[in-house]
């Protein structure tokens, strides 16, 4: 059974920084998928956040400059280096793969195929 297990979310304060962590399970991180953080916050509807693919990646304007997708073959986990918190970026956040980088906005309609995701808080 495939499963993506999100970790490393916490409270912290505006400015500080965060490492989530994607670990796939029945799984294996290849190449040829790509892997996407998604987030979705109180009142509001889930939004791509990253993504990482073969070709490269990509991040909402809302996050570039400030949050790093990278993928460790090695531990089958995708992480997500997140520094200069601001209060907006407060959210649920959730990995899962699909087939292409261009198809994030797709993929956080759907309805079913989340984990338990990594409650991230930024507060002072």
């Known amino acids: 059974q495939v499963q993506f297990v999100e970790s490393g979310g916490g409270l912290v304060q505006p400015g500080g920084s965060l490492r989530l962590s994607c670990a796939a399970s029945g799984f294996t991180l290849e190449d040829h998928y790509a892997i996407g953080w998604f987030r979705r916050a109180p009142g509001k509807e889930r939004e791509g956040v990253s993504c990482?693919?073969?070709?490269?990646?990509n991040y909402a304007d809302s996050v570039k400059g400030r949050f790093t997708i990278s993928r460790d073959k090695a531990k089958n986990t995708v992480y997500l280096q997140m520094n200069s918190l601001k209060p907006e970026d407060t959210a649920v956040y959730y990995c899962v793969s699909f087939p292409f980088c261009r198809n994030m906005a797709t993929i956080s309609r759907r309805d079913t195929g989340w984990g338990q995701g990594t409650q991230v808080t930024v507060s002072s």
């Open positions: 990482i693919e073969r070709s490269g990646t």
